[in-house]
Nanobody, 124 residues
Framework: QVELVESGGGLVQTGGSLRLSCAASGRTFSTYAMGWFRQAPGKEREFVAGISASGTTTYYADSVKGRFTMSRDNAKNTVYLQMNSLKPEDTAVYYC?????????????????WGQGTQVTVSS
């Protein structure tokens, strides 16, 4: 049974920064790709960022490219999402997810395990 626990959300002003963390347990973390998704009120869950199992490849939604950076520390079973230059439209619940394999995907169906989410609110 995989457990993913997100932390680091909060309230920040436009232009500010936050760093989300997601700690994993219950599976060999280093063999699985990871992803971050978000869901705003009244909207569908959307892909934000992903990282390969080794951490050598990352990919981002166009809406966050150049502002967000995803990384992982396989020794600590943790992934991170550094969010800079935040905008009000980034307001959402952010979820981390573990893939079904080591490869990359932007599709939520590829991700087998999900955290409970952490709220990010960006005020204008």
């Amino acid at each position: 049974q995989v457990e993913l626990v997100e932390s680091g959300g909060g309230l920040v002003q436009t232009g500010g920064s936050l760093r989300l963390s997601c700690a994993a347990s219950g599976r060999t973390f280093s063999t699985y790709a990871m992803g971050w998704f978000r869901q705003a009120p009244g909207k569908e869950r959307e892909f934000v960022a992903g990282i390969s199992a080794s951490g050598t490849t990352t990919y981002y939604a166009d809406s966050v490219k150049g502002r967000f950076t995803m990384s992982r520390d396989n020794a600590k079973n943790t992934v991170y999402l550094q969010m800079n230059s935040l905008k009000p439209e980034d307001t959402a619940v952010y979820y981390c997810a573990m893939g079904r394999g080591s490869g990359l995907s932007r599709t939520s169906a590829y991700f087998a395990s999900w955290g409970q989410g952490t709220q990010v609110t960006v005020s204008s």
